[in-house]
């Protein structure tokens, strides 16, 4: 229990550390291509004091159209393919801006390019966090709860249910045609419910038949016949004897 404890402590232990590590990383993008954008919004004839405006609009887009496509994903929305086209829409403008800035302050291709890594970080790291900060959705929560309530309801339909002397007719075993394979499992599910459904009818003072098996199971005279001779050289063998019938009927022959 030591050992799960302390495995649980680390793993939301790096699971912080992740989401601080993608946010300061994605906070450092930011900062670079605000910076970036707003010197070339000055350059190109913005008021000073506005020229903020222009690098929040597109980082922004980038960072809202993100969150936007992790949410409506998870939904199932169509709308999301609006969300991936503002955020596309957003990098392009974003990457291009950077690149233009650099080659309009003297920096060439290879300023551009370096330019370029800003935006393009900012945006995989508001991905990277939000993914990080998603929780398990309601639906994948109840989907659980259910599959683990059928479980159980499969596990108690698999214990057999003891019949009664007095009961009129037990529940239905399972049997295969004799000739399908039976997994052994429900092989011996089956063999337990015939041995306590022969037991009761004996003790009711009945003679089991293979025609009264093959009713019960809902097969063919022979299989009837063939399952209670399985049952009677198991308890001659492995214990006490069952009354039962020890030879077929003619007419258990004439079902056949």
Known sequence: MGVGMGGGRMGRMA?????????????????????????????????????WIWPLLIDGLIIEATLAVVRLSQLRSRAVWYA?????????????????????????????????????VLL???HLTVLL???????????????TAQQEETANQALPSAPTPDAAE?????????DEPV???REEEARVGLEEWVRAKEEAGATVTGAMVAEL?????????????ALRKHHNADGPRLRLATQ???QDRKRA
């Open 15 to 51: 699971g912080r550390l992740a989401v601080a590590g993608t946010a300061a990383l994605g906070l450092g993008g930011f900062v670079l291509s605000f910076t970036a954008l707003r010197d070339l919004a000055v350059r190109v004839g913005m008021p000073d004091g506005l020229a």
């Open 133 to 147: 900060l998603e929780k398990p959705t309601d639906t994948a929560v109840e989907v659980a709860g259910t599959l």
């Open 170 to 178: 037990p529940a239905q075993l399972p049997a295969g045609d004799g």
């Open 124 to 126: 995989a790291m508001t």
């Open 183 to 185: 997994p052994a499992a």
């Open 84 to 120: 991936w086209t503002l955020l596309a829409g957003g990098a392009v403008v974003s990457v291009g801006s950077n690149g233009v800035h650099a080659v309009a302050t003297g920096h060439g291709i290879a300023g551009a390019a370096a330019a370029a890594v800003a935006p393009v």
């Open 248 to 250: 077929n009927t003619e």
């Open 217 to 229: 199971l809902g097969c063919s005279a022979s299989t009837g016949r063939r399952r209670l001779a």
